[in-house]
Nanobody, 121 residues
Framework: QVQLVESGGGSVQTGGSLTLSCTVSGYTDSRICLAWFRQFPGKKREGVAGIDNEGLITFADSARGRATISQDSARRTLFLRINDLKPEDTAMYYC???????????????WGQGTQVTVSS
């Protein structure tokens, strides 16, 4: 069973930065696709950034230029760094995994519990 555990969320002021981490365990297929999503209260989850099983990266327009997605060499930890945070970035951030390429569609098979990011003005 694939398990995802996010960490690194917290409260920051506008203009600050955060690095979120996601520990991935329980999968045997190294060709797993990983992504970060966020969810605003009362809204559906939206993609932020993703890495496919060949290392190709994609960003949502809201994150492009402000975010970096990366993973360690063992593909066991996924990172998301967001710079220049804004109050509208306040959301629950989720890590997701799937053997199939999903890009930023919220149809991933495996999800973490999320980590809250709050940006104050």
């Amino acid at each position: 069973q694939v398990q995802l555990v996010e960490s690194g969320g917290g409260s920051v002021q506008t203009g600050g930065s955060l690095t979120l981490s996601c520990t991935v365990s329980g999968y045997t297929d190294s060709r797993i696709c990983l992504a970060w999503f966020r969810q605003f209260p009362g809204k559906k989850r939206e993609g932020v950034a993703g890495i496919d099983n060949e290392g190709l990266i994609t960003f949502a327009d809201s994150a492009r230029g402000r975010a970096t997605i990366s993973q360690d060499s063992a593909r066991r930890t996924l990172f998301l760094r967001i710079n220049d945070l804004k109050p509208e970035d306040t959301a629950m951030y989720y890590c997701a995994a799937d053997p199939e390429v999903r890009w930023l569609l919220p149809t991933y098979e495996y999800w973490g519990q999320g980590t809250q990011v709050t940006v104050s003005s």
